[in-house]
């Protein structure tokens, strides 16, 4: 079993960085595809990016692409999401997610594994 775990949310301010990391616990996670989805209030859950396992493809949502990076350190079993020029709209609880397969998926119900989430907010 796979156990993910979020770190490095925050509040921070419009224009602003944060950088979200997800470690596993239990099992090395370095053939699983990785994804960040992103939850605000009121709304459902969607699609963020996501990155190969190899770390040699990645696919953004329109809403980040150019702004969010994500990339991933088998040796130290970890991925990130790299947030810059934040708006308030990007406010949200983030999750990562694992999945195994060939392709990037931004389908919810594809990934077999999350974590708990963390929490983003950006102030205007």
């Known amino acids: 079993q796979v156990q993910l775990v979020e770190s490095g949310g925050g509040l921070v301010q419009a224009g602003g960085s944060l950088r979200l990391s997800c470690a596993p616990s239990?099992?090395?996670?370095?053939?699983?595809?990785m994804g960040w989805f992103r939850q605000a209030p009121g709304k459902v859950r969607e699609f963020v990016g996501a990155?190969?396992?190899?770390?040699?493809?990645?696919y953004y949502a329109d809403s980040v692409k150019g702004r969010f990076t994500i990339s991933r350190d088998n040796a130290e079993n970890t991925v990130y999401l790299q947030m810059n020029s934040l708006k308030p709209e990007d406010t949200a609880v983030y999750y990562c997610?694992?999945?195994?397969?060939?392709?990037?998926?931004?389908?919810?119900?594809?990934?077999?594994?999350w974590g708990q989430g963390t929490q983003v907010t950006v102030s205007s």
């Open positions: 997610a694992a999945r195994r397969g060939n392709t990037l998926v931004a389908t919810l119900s594809l990934y077999d594994y």
């Open positions: 239990g099992r090395t996670f370095s053939k699983y595809n």
């Open positions: 990155i190969s396992w190899s770390g040699a493809n990645t």
